[in-house]
């Protein structure tokens, strides 16, 4: 509950972790080879929370900027106690808002003995993720997917002038698993038409941000043959209106929405508005996937992979099988 601990005193640090990626993560953007993190902890009385966000240069942050940004909260949250809901308004929507935010929840959890679960009102049950396919070569691209044929969900990373040789070759390497396209903003007014048509032709389920943030409005006037997913285009429950007959779902992202307090709300305003919901993430540990984790009990798409794609994990980690994720442990994290 937020404002009980107002007048105890917390000390909160924030500190940059570097977890590297197995093999190489590509998308049209470029390609990663470690995960870099920025991780909050919040200290009351010897009782310690913990959150993790991933700062994003597409959306102009930095690790050094969020860092600095959670840095300049300090004051309101450690001596003042400002709590999740004053946090809202003290910080704007992002990486360096989720990782306070969600130490919150976890700081609060451990003081009041109640796993954040119990105070959401849910009892979570293991998830189906999505698995992520770097962009490369077509050739490549059907090889990883007949790697993973036997994942019931992938998601595809485009984004190029060939794209129709890339959905043709993953969906004939894994003809059973259901397959996401996510085209990171590369597609244009000229070709998405037809595109979308060799989606539906090739039994794509999903079409992720095919045209840039802010030219979008086309969405509008065509025939959506396959259903198109915001994620760049949307951050915060307030953008939600605007999309709606631009879209058909909507990724949340607590790095996006500034923690799981926003999206909570954002997930409740979108569905109320019809959206199909997708709950995903950045290059992240498992710290910041399990309060996703709990965000996706209830949604169409989960694509929470983030530790399926590290070298190393935080300790203890989430349980994945195969593309299974199990509830978080509270050692873990709420
Ligand atoms: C491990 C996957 C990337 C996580 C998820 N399935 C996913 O696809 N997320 C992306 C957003 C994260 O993408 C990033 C993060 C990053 O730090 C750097 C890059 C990207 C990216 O897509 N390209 C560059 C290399 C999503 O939903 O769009
Ligand atoms: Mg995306």
């Not at 107002?6 to 570097?18: D, F, P, Y």
């Not at 259901?178 to 244009?188: F, K, L, P, Q, S």
């Not at 409005?217 to 025939?223: K, N, S, V």
């Amino acid at each position: 509950m937020c404002g009980t601990f107002k007048s105890m005193r917390r000390n909160l640090e924030a500190t940059i972790e570097t977890f590297p990626i197995a093999g190489l993560f590509t998308i049209s953007r470029g390609s990663k080879t470690e995960a870099e993190v920025v991780t909050c902890v919040i200290e009351e009385n010897g009782v310690f929370g913990r959150g993790e966000c991933v700062p994003y240069k597409r959306y102009g942050e930095t690790v050094a900027g969020v860092v600095a940004d959670i840095r300049s909260a300090a004051g309101e949250i450690a001596r003042r106690g400002a709590g999740r809901e004053e946090l809202q308004t003290l910080m704007k929507p992002g990486a360096a808002r989720n990782a306070v935010d969600c130490a919150l929840w976890d700081l609060e959890a451990k003081l009041e003995a109640t796993p954040v679960f119990r105070t959401l009102g849910i009892t979570p049950e293991p998830i189906t993720t999505a698995f992520t396919l770097s962009l490369g070569e077509p050739g490549a691209m059907a090889a990883e997917a007949e790697k993973n044929a036997h994942r019931p969900l992938l998601k595809v990373k485009l984004g190029t002038a060939d794209d129709e040789s890339r959905m043709r070759a993953v969906t004939s390497a894994a003809p059973r698993s259901r397959i996401i396209v996510d085209a990171n903003e590369g597609w244009t007014e000229e070709n998405i038409e037809d595109h979308l048509r060799i989606a539906r032709e090739v039994g794509i389920a999903l079409i992720e941000q095919p045209l840039p943030a802010g030219r979008d409005g086309m969405l509008t006037r065509i025939d959506r043959l396959v259903p198109v997913c915001a994620d760049e285009s949307v951050h915060a429950t307030d953008d939600l209106g605007a999309l709606r007959n631009r879209y058909d779902a909507v990724n949340i992202k607590l790095d996006k929405t500034g923690g799981l307090t926003e999206a909570l709300r954002m997930k409740a305003e979108a569905k109320r508005l019809g959206f199909q919901v997708m709950v995903g993430c950045m290059v992240g540990t498992s710290l910041a996937m399990a309060p996703a984790a709990l965000l996706a009990q209830d949604v169409e798409y989960a694509d929470l992979d983030g530790p399926l794609l590290l070298a190393r994990d935080r300790e203890p980690a989430l349980r994945y099988e195969g593309s299974t994720l199990f509830p978080p442990p509270s050692e873990l994290w709420g």
